[in-house]
């Protein structure tokens, strides 16, 4: 059984780092994006596709040796460790796949939107087959490229100004429901000890006195001084 996991461990050993590597061409088709996508592309999503699979039939292969070791109590520490390490990385690999599959989704539909517009601006000059008056001797076809840009970036803009809004807005709340907090606790702490109003009061007073009695010190010093020179 035992070299039944060390088997297995090393068939997860390798997989780990063809998909890393297949991850990784991967993603740059993520800054060399298409309008679709390539064979390339599709092959390298099937691969890792296949990888996946592969790994996560030997973690559950893995997972049975390790639960029947268990109920013989002959499982060792380091075994489950390992164990964990593999799902930890299975469902990491998972995820970042997911991310850059995603992410080249993105870079294509935006692309897509650029070449729709651009072709309905080439569509719009071929009818009506002349230019008005456009900022900076820009083409129509520029002029509408650029504004369609802007907007976007309005936008974008507003959506980060109104992020921190809600963040801010969510801190006060926190600090308000904090210092509310505060506040009951010290008015209970008061409640329970009615002499200790008294005594804060008394030694206000008494620092009232001691300040009055140094500036009147003070005063004098600065009275005689100034008839001695």
Known sequence: M?????????????????????????????????????????????????????????????????????????????????????????????????????SIHEERNRLNLLFSVRNDIEDHQRRTNHSGSLPNGQSEEDYMLNERLRIDQQHNVMDDLLNQVFETRDEILRQRTSLHGMVNKLQKSLSTMPGLNILLSKINTRKKRDTLIIATVISVCLILLWFLM
């Open 2 to 102: 035992s070299s039944s996991f060390n088997q297995i461990r090393s068939q997860i050993l390798s997989l780990e780092n063809q998909i890393s590597n297949q991850l990784t061409k991967y993603s740059s088709f993520a800054t060399s994006t298409s309008s679709s996508a390539t064979s390339d592309e599709i092959k390298n999503e099937r691969k890792i596709d296949s990888q996946l699979q592969q790994f996560n039939e030997l973690i559950k292969q893995l997972n049975k040796i390790v639960d029947s070791q268990s109920n013989t109590n002959s499982i060792s520490t380091s075994k489950l460790q390992q164990l964990s390490r593999h799902k930890e990385t299975y469902n990491q690999f998972t995820v970042d796949y997911r991310r850059i599959k995603a």
